[in-house]
């Protein structure tokens, strides 16, 4: 019996280490977040995975809470008290696209209740190398995919920078 895609991308995430990961730290206002972005390289492209915990949730009806997920072009989780997280810069775009087609921009994560997000996407608007020593943005709003030029995507509210994983 022939394998589907997604019997293959579910053996990828099951049956090997990422190629590379961020784990992701939290800004001094959001001390419970953390999680981490994998990034698996296959033939087809790159599989992303996140799983967050500690996102911010509310209880309220038809409002369950999305947060945009980019890559960004800096190196660096540092920042100052007005951007935790001013090391990162903006958004990772090599061909200066408009946004949402910069290579950085990613699906949004939706939490549980529990404050839980877990996402997969395969992109071929990279490769694992290409990203190395970047950084993984989590932000405190959805990404509209409109505005200039970031989506109105809000604070950046968690932070991780990708480093390759040991085989």
């Known amino acids: 019996m022939k394998q589907t895609n997604s019997q293959y991308f579910a053996s990828v995430i099951q049956n090997r280490l990422p190629d590379a990961a961020a784990v ?25 995975t996140a799983a967050v915990r500690g996102l911010p949730v509310t209880r309220m009806a038809c409002a369950q809470p999305i947060f945009a997920l980019h890559i960004h072009e800096g190196s660096s989780c540092t920042g100052n008290a007005g951007d935790p997280f001013a090391g990162a810069g903006t958004h990772y775009n090599p061909a200066g696209c408009p946004h949402p087609y910069h290579a950085g921009d990613l699906p949004p994560l939706f939490a549980d209740l529990t404050g839980f997000a877990w996402m997969a996407v395969l992109t071929d608007r990279f490769r694992v190398p290409d990203i190395l020593g970047r950084t993984v ?10 505005t200039q030029p970031s989506g109105n995507a809000g604070a950046k509210i968690a932070c991780g920078v990708i480093t390759p994983t040991r085989r």
Do not use: C, K, N, W
Request: proline share 9%.
């Open 24 to 48: 992701l730290q939290a800004a001094p206002d959001r001390r419970r977040i953390e999680g981490t972005v994998s990034f698996y390289q296959t033939p087809q492209g790159v599989l992303v």
């Open 137 to 146: 943005i989590v932000h405190s709003q959805p990404d509209d995919f409109t």
